[in-house]
């Protein structure tokens, strides 16, 4: 997987090769985090895009639904909001010519100017639809400022390049912004989302999402546009953190494998922390054995969040073979002895399930102790490392030191040998 960037946020241009565990080092304010922002982005946006646009074309014509009195007696959509999602299911999939006998059959008289709302759900071009919904996506990430700041009338380009397993072709995601508009040169429908964690505080407000009357709510207030359902990559990890152990779709034999293959790593984890994620009434707690009790996630340490998160996604399922994981700087948290430790395991799942792990970091220590693990465990081939800097006009590139990890750490030293001086100087 090849990704390019031109001229995205502080990013003037990079050429990232991700095959297996790719390491972003340098200094902060580098453009590291926006390597991980816009892969995001492309997993979210192009992730069952013909989906997405189903559902914005459904949330359409329930918009033009809202406050009619015949719909709302039809349908009590607060108590059975499947029900009333199934209509307009149906009249979506009964297409431009036939939706108006729907409405007749149901028995609800509908306005000439609610018509003309509806068509809209039907005609609006699916190309703009497609570039309206992954623009919002990276949009919404980057805060407005997708393009570089202050500048109008350039062009930004994003590309994806992914080999297709089967035919061993290679296809493209390519996209370019120009002020606020998007074009979709190429796409493809990605089977997996990322997962991106950059914020181990996203812990602490996961509840057990097993009540399905408020997800439905939740949905229904979407659909109604009534309150949107964001999805930036915090909001997007904790739905999968509030995930009930028992929320699985897969089969039994499946489930079996993947849990023999995910065993020893969840081993590890625990033997790590000394203690374990459980769930209790409609929430989780973690049972720490040290102290033989239970402790609210948000008690718990920075640290302990950090090992919690993987933990709860490893046996949540959310990890399995190809998937993308980003992880922006995850040693912030960790003391030297976990982030060892903590390397370790990404290194092992890593090779368990042909991952691809973009790391950013400006930590010796997590650097070093992925440089000795993949060798320990001869997956150096699978590794790649990239220096973030910036050049004169304060934009960000990034140099491949693959061959040369050691300017990775010559650029991260130069803040020690300055105290050196300084300890020298004051005969400290």
């Given amino acids: 997987m090849r990704l390019q960037i031109k001229n995205i946020a502080k990013i003037e241009k990079a050429d990232i090769e991700i095959n297996g565990i790719t390491v972003i080092a340098g200094e902060n304010n580098t453009g590291k985090s926006s390597i991980g922002k816009i892969l995001y982005c492309l997993y979210k946006g192009f992730h069952d895009l013909s989906g997405q646009v189903r559902y914005e074309r459904m949330r359409t014509i329930a918009t033009a639904l809202r406050g009619n009195r015949e719909v709302e007696k039809k349908y009590d959509i607060f108590t059975d909001y499947k029900q009333y999602k199934n209509f307009i299911s149906e009249v979506l ?3 431009k010519d036939g939706f108006k006998s729907i409405f007749i059959k149901e028995g609800i008289n509908i ?29 919404r990430e980057f805060n407005g400022q ?30 370019s912004f120009y002020n606020e508009n998007i074009e979709i040169k190429e796409k ?4 997996e989302e990322a997962i991106y964690i950059d914020n181990p505080f996203v812990l602490d407000d996961i509840y057990k999402s097993s009540n399905i009357e408020y997800i439905d709510q939740m949905e229904m207030f979407d659909l109604m546009g009534l309150r949107k359902i964001f999805s930036t990559h915090n909001e997007t990890l904790q739905k999968k953190l509030s995930k009930s152990f028992n929320d699985n779709s897969s089969s039994l034999i499946e489930k079996a494998i993947l849990e ?11 033997g790590t922390l ?22 609210e996630l948000s008690n718990l340490s920075t640290g302990i969040k950090s090992f919690a998160i993987i933990l709860k996604l490893i046996e949540n399922f959310d990890i399995r073979d190809s998937s993308l994981i980003v992880l922006d700087e995850p040693e912030v948290h960790l003391h030297p002895k976990w982030q060892l430790k903590f390397a370790e395991i990404l ?6 399930f042909n991952l691809n792990i973009i790391l950013t970091s400006h930590s010796p220590y997590f650097i070093s102790a992925i440089q000795a693990y993949t060798k320990k465990y001869n997956s150096t081939d699978t590794c790649k490392y990239y220096l973030a800097d910036l050049n004169k ?21 130069e803040p020690f040998e300055k105290l050196d001086t300084i300890m020298y100087e004051e005969n400290i």
Wanted: hydrophobic share 40%.
């Fill in 93 to 95: 999939n009964s297409e």
């Fill in 111 to 139: 306005k000439e100017e609610t018509f003309e709302k509806l068509n809209e759900a039907f005609l609006y071009n699916t190309s703009k639809l497609e570039g309206l919904i992954v623009y919002d996506i990276f949009n």
């Fill in 146 to 175: 997708i393009t570089p700041i202050g500048i109008r009338n350039i062009s930004s380009e994003v590309v994806l390049s992914i080999r297709n397993k089967e035919t061993h072709n290679i296809e493209n995601i390519d996209l």
């Fill in 188 to 191: 493809i429908d990605l089977y």
């Fill in 260 to 270: 023999e293959r995910l065993e020893k790593f969840i081993k590890m984890i625990k």
């Fill in 274 to 295: 000394q203690g374990d994620i459980l769930e209790k009434e409609n929430k989780f707690v973690f049972y720490d054995n040290n102290i033989d009790g239970e402790i």
């Fill in 347 to 352: 290194v092992l799942i890593q090779q368990e």
């Fill in 393 to 413: 006009k304060n934009k960000a590139f990034f140099e491949d030191v693959t061959d040369n990890i050691g300017k990775i750490f010559d650029k991260l030293a």
